[in-house]
C-alpha cells in the first residue's frame, strides 16, 4: 500500500503500548470510548446482540473489535496501519469472530457488500475522513436501525472544518501529514441529520476526576433508512 497516511499510522503506532492485560475490573477484554482508562460509556451503546456484526472504522490494536468478538458478534475492523495490525494480531490471537483487513475506510466500505448491524469509530476513520465522503457510505452499509458512532477529542475553539495533524517520523524526516475534521457538538448532530440519521447525539464526555481537562466528543446516530 501506498497511501502515505499508513506510514504515518504505522509511525504513531511505534509510540504507543499494547493495551494492557486486564482492565480496572479485571476483564480481559472491554470496550473504551474515551482516551482515559476505565472512563466513559461501554459497548452497550452500540446495541448489539450475540450474533450481530459490527464494524470498527480505524481499530488500531483491536481491543474494541476482540471484545465484541468475544461477546458473541461478528467484528470486523480495519485500519490503514500494518503495525497497528500486526499489534491487534499479536495481542488478540485466535478471538472467534473477529476479521481485520488493511485498508482504508472509503474504500472497504465502497467495495464491501456487508450490511453492519453497528458502524463505529474511536479516535479513528471518522476523525481523518471527511464526512461528506464518509457518512453516505456507512449508510449504505448499515441497516435500518443500526447504530453509527464515534468518538474523538473535542475541537480547538475556532478550529473548525478539515485540520492537519502532524505526525513526528524519523529525525532526517519531515513530519507526516494527516487531515482531521473537527466541529462542535451541534454541528456534528446536524450534519448526521443531514445525511439520514435519527435520534442523533452528539456532545462531549467530561474527563475523570483529577487535573485533566479535556473531554472526548461523542456522537451517536441511527440510521434512519
Same mark, same amino acid.
Given at each position: ?46 446495541? #448489539? ?7 470498527? #472504522? ?10 465484541? /468478538?468475544? #461477546? ?17 494480531? &499479536? ?18 466500505? +465502497? ?30 452499509? #448499515? ?17 473548525? +472544518? ?21 466541529? &462542535? ?10 445525511? $439520514? ?8 464526555? /467530561? @474527563? @475523570? ?11 451517536? $446516530?441511527?440510521?434512519?433508512?
Amino acid at each position: 500500500m501506498t497511501d502515505a497516511r499508513s506510514t504515518a499510522w504505522d509511525t504513531y503506532s511505534q509510540s504507543k503500548p499494547q493495551r494492557r492485560k486486564t482492565n480496572a475490573e479485571g476483564e480481559t477484554t472491554w470496550f473504551n470510548w474515551t482516551q482515559y482508562p476505565d472512563h466513559g460509556p461501554r459497548a452497550d451503546v452500540l446495541q #448489539l446482540n450475540p450474533g450481530d456484526s459490527a464494524l470498527d #472504522l480505524g481499530c488500531g490494536s483491536g481491543g474494541n473489535a476482540a471484545h465484541l /468478538a468475544t #461477546l458473541g458478534m461478528t467484528s470486523v475492523g480495519i485500519d490503514l496501519s500494518a503495525k497497528q495490525l500486526d499489534k491487534a494480531r &499479536e495481542r488478540w490471537p485466535g478471538v472467534d469472530g473477529m476479521e481485520l483487513h488493511q485498508a482504508d475506510a472509503l474504500t472497504y466500505l +465502497g467495495d464491501t457488500f456487508t450490511i453492519f448491524d453497528a458502524v463505529y469509530s474511536v479516535f479513528g476513520a471518522a476523525w481523518f475522513t471527511d464526512p461528506g465522503l464518509l457518512l453516505p457510505v456507512v449508510g449504505a452499509n #448499515l441497516k435500518p436501525g443500526g447504530v453509527f458512532a464515534f468518538s474523538q477529542r473535542p475541537p480547538v475553539e475556532g478550529c473548525y +472544518g478539515c485540520q492537519a495533524s502532524y505526525i513526528p517520523r524519523g529525525p532526517e524526516e519531515d513530519p507526516a501529514v494527516v487531515k482531521r475534521w473537527d466541529y &462542535e457538538p451541534d454541528v456534528w448532530a446536524l450534519i448526521l441529520k443531514e445525511h $439520514g440519521f435519527v435520534d442523533v447525539s452528539a456532545s462531549v464526555l /467530561a @474527563p @475523570p476526576p483529577g487535573s485533566r481537562r479535556t473531554g472526548t466528543l461523542f456522537v451517536r $446516530g441511527i440510521q434512519g433508512g
